[in-house]
């Protein structure tokens, strides 16, 4: 044991110098003897197919590319050059025309805002200045008002004065007819009693119509007796006289 161990290429080399068994087993020469029998292939199934068309395709040598025709790649160049002078030309019409519309139309809507301002504060005006007007024709009416009743108040005071002016002339003549009358000067007494007739023809509508007409009656009496009786002249004189006194 010892020397095997010691020596195992010697052991090694005893195992090669073995003659080789040329001896077959009966099992495979009776399979080497048994004819071949053919298999029908079995249908693939979709997976199997598609694995197997794909390994064709990649067996398949790839094709070669057709190159792109030269008047192609021109045309399309001078289309996109085409393209891009158009939009620029867009764009130019765009600065060109409807930036200055823009621009035209924003100072349309800016004059338009002020004159809607400038409307506005022209209506406050007119409403202030038809107020003022209302207040100013309500003055004006209060003045007319009050000249109206000045007028009538003047018109008033002239018709008065009028009337103690005609009153005083009246009666001054028909003392100069009772005077005439006395010293017997008949035309001086009918021309004072003339005088007295003119001044109560003046007087009417300042005078009550009834005192009116019994101040007439009396002085064309007064005429006629003048003619024709002094005395009774000189009493409807007197008479006359003191009712001038009275009246007021």
Do not use: C
């Not at 009116?212 to 409807?236: G, H, P, T, Y």
């Amino acid at each position: 044991m010892t020397d095997e161990k010691l020596f195992p290429e010697d052991n090694q080399d005893e195992n090669t110098n073995e003659p080789l068994d040329n001896s077959v087993e009966p099992e495979a020469v009776n399979a080497e003897n048994e004819p071949v029998v053919e298999t029908e292939d079995e249908p693939l199934t979709a997976e199997e197919s598609a694995v197997e068309e794909d390994k064709t395709l990649e067996s398949e040598p790839p094709t070669e590319k057709k190159q792109t025709p030269t008047w192609v790649k021109k045309s399309l160049i001078w289309i996109v050059i085409l393209v891009l002078v158009f939009l620029s030309g867009v764009i130019l019409s765009q600065l060109t025309s409807v930036t200055p519309l823009r621009n035209n139309l924003k100072d349309i809507t800016s004059q338009n805002i002020n004159h809607l301002e400038e409307t506005d504060d022209l209506k406050a005006e007119l409403e202030s200045t038809k107020s003022e007007l209302a207040n100013t024709q309500s003055s004006l009416s209060d003045a007319r008002e009050s000249l109206s009743e000045s007028n009538q108040n003047l018109q008033t005071s002239e018709n008065e004065k009028q009337r103690q002016t005609n009153l005083l002339e009246l009666q001054y003549n028909i003392a100069m007819a009772r005077v005439a009358i006395a010293s017997e000067d008949k035309l001086s007494a009918r021309q004072s009693v003339n005088l007295a007739e003119d001044n109560l023809e003046q007087l009417d509508g300042l005078l009550d119509t009834e005192i009116f007409e019994i101040l007439q009656e009396r002085l064309d009496s007064i005429q006629q007796n003048v003619k024709s009786n002094l005395n009774k002249a000189a009493e409807e004189l007197r008479m006359l006289s003191e009712n001038l006194e009275r009246i007021k």
